[in-house]
Nanobody, 117 residues
Framework: QVQLVESGGGYVQTGGSLTLSCTTS????????MGWYRQTPGKERELVAS???????NYEGFVDGRFTISRDNAKNTVYLQMNSLKPEDTGVYYC???????????WGRGTQVTVSS
């Protein structure tokens, strides 16, 4: 079982920044697609951003240039740099690992992000 551990959540004011990290000890990290998802109050869990094993990135529209996903395969870690945070960004942020062969995915337990107005 692959374990993913998120960190870096916290409480910030509107316009503030946070950097989330997600790490694993499993070597499949480098060949996996990594994603950051979030669950905001009253909503379903949604994709925020993803990054392929070759560091091709994808962002959902609401990110609007404020977040940056990156990875360090030597450290088995994926990051989400979040700038210009808004109260509507408040929620639990989850890390997900997707490995293609065989197809399987794993979730972290999440880290809370709270943005005050």
């Amino acid at each position: 079982q692959v374990q993913l551990v998120e960190s870096g959540g916290g409480y910030v004011q509107t316009g503030g920044s946070l950097t989330l990290s997600c790490t694993t000890s499993d070597s499949i990290f480098s060949s996996s697609v990594m994603g950051w998802y979030r669950q905001t109050p009253g909503k379903e869990r949604e994709l925020v951003a993803s990054i392929t094993s070759r560091s091709n990135t994808n962002y959902e529209g609401f990110v609007d240039g404020r977040f940056t996903i990156s990875r360090d395969n030597a450290k088995n870690t994926v990051y989400l740099q979040m700038n210009s945070l808004k109260p509507e960004d408040t929620g639990v942020y989850y890390c997900r690992l997707d490995h293609p062969l065989p197809a399987r995915h794993y979730w972290g337990r999440g880290t809370q992000v709270t943005v005050s107005s």
